[in-house]
């Protein structure tokens, strides 16, 4: 991860937020899912939990009520001590309107203010929303 990272920041990207994937699916929360969420290899990409959000996938068009209690159960067994520092989660129900409500939660806690620029090979760039990336991190 730290390599995308830096490779990012060399193209003059700026981190917006990393978007961790999770398949609402999925029968069992496992050690390596566990591992895919501490915080250090987050803050690898950025040090602010209130720009990482878990986004559940592969909703059904009419989920049953099994996977609302999964996501109850995620959200306050497994998730919980992360939500509290203000980690999100945001439900992916694969169309372009819920897409757009989590690139946009995490957009407004991106700084791109005439003081935020990057040194890029000796020069300094303003950013724009064109420059912001948010990598994506399988959990499941």
């Not at 490779?7 to 961790?20: E, K, M, T």
């Not at 509290?84 to 957009?107: K, M, P």
Request: aromatic residues 10%; positive net charge.
């Amino acid at each position: 991860m730290i390599q995308i990272y830096s490779q990012s920041r060399r193209n003059g990207a700026l981190v917006g937020g990393v978007l961790h994937l999770y398949d609402i699916t999925t029968k069992r929360f496992n050690a390596k899912a566990r591992q895919n969420l501490r915080k250090p290899s987050t803050s690898a990409w950025c040090d602010d939990m209130r720009k990482t959000v878990i986004v559940t996938t592969n909703w059904p068009s009419n989920p049953d009520e099994y996977l609302y209690q999964r996501e109850k159960e995620m959200k306050e067994k497994h998730w919980q001590t992360l939500i509290e520092n203000g980690l999100q989660v945001w439900r992916f129900l694969g169309d372009y309107t819920s897409a757009w409500d989590v690139i946009n939660s995490l957009l407004h806690h991106v700084d791109l203010s005439p003081t935020s620029k990057l040194p890029i090979n000796g020069k300094e760039i303003k950013l724009g929303r064109q420059d912001i990336v948010f990598p994506l991190v399988s959990i499941s």
